[in-house]
């Protein structure tokens, strides 16, 4: 014990010695030797030693292997969001009658509940503007639900109902009717293929209103909306009408073909992929009718019949 002993107390003074010789002289470094790190350490490259350690760790102070753990473990709530006229931030009562055990709550204690549930829903809208700002946001929802697009376009959506509301668009017009153009104009910047006739079958005002409006908040706020691609109906269309990818790769090829010459201009996008998919499905020998085509695409035979004809023509193919 007394050797090992002495043996450590020899190294002692090497590991000073060599500690010593590592000292750097800062005001001598020469910058091109020092390098920042992406974990935002200042490090002396030749010799590898941590000039400046400034790194901040913002995750939470436990640890956590799976979801359920993390669920149990955090402590906040949900992220803020655009499509609550509150932003999410303010509480809400729970539903359920039971206490923090789980134990069921005495009959005056639910009434007092209910009531508190009560004045929790009055007290969250101050004004007449925030409870039509929260049928509003409530509308889009709805719709965005209805026709299946994602949450960005929802949060989109009231992104640009706000801006409109603070612009002073609403005034004079209904608030489903600018809560359908806004989620319309939604659909097209985030590039989600949905016609206004699909949009206009799950809102309460008419197709010509929603036009309207739609042109009015797109120039008033400045929305640069591009062009509708008919490619991006192409797969939508297809599979409800169960075709195969060879019919779709056919169908996208005609519509680049014949947009190249032109034919797109003025056109309706879904009225032209439909007649892609119509042309591209009897060239592929899985013939599917115009009433078929016409009812996915929610366009008229005759459009069906028109667009055909044109890229036929466009694209050499002897009827």
Known sequence: MTRSSRQRSNREPQRQETADEEEIDLDNVDPDEVKRTADDELIHEPTGLILEEDQIDRGPEWRAFNHSERQEKSRVGAPTTK????????????????????????????????????????IRTKDAGERNLQFALSEIDRMASA?????????????????????DLIRGRSIEGVSTAVLYAACRKEGIPRSLEEIAEVSRVERKEI??????????????????????????????????????????EIIDTTAEQGLLS??????????????ASLLCNEKKTQREVADVAQVTEVTIRNRYQEQIEAMGIPT
């Open 147 to 167: 026709i299946g697009v994602p949450r960005s376009v929802r949060e989109v959506a009231s992104v640009i109902y706000r801006r409109a509301l603070n612009e």
């Open 83 to 122: 499509t609550m006229h509150d932003k999410g931030l303010t509480t809400t009562i729970d539903w359920q009658n039971k206490d923090a055990y789980g134990r069921s709550l005495s009959s005056e204690k639910r009434s007092q509940m209910h009531r508190l549930r009560k004045w929790q829903e009055r």
């Open 266 to 279: 003025g056109k309706s996008p879904t009225g032209f992929a439909a007649a892609a998919i119509y042309a």
């Open 211 to 252: 036009g309207r409006t739609y042109r009015y908040i797109s120039q008033e706020l400045g929305l640069e909306m591009r062009p509708v691609d008919p490619k991006k109906y192409v797969p939508r269309f297809s599979s409800q009408l169960e075709l195969s990818e060879e019919v779709q790769a056919k169908a996208k």
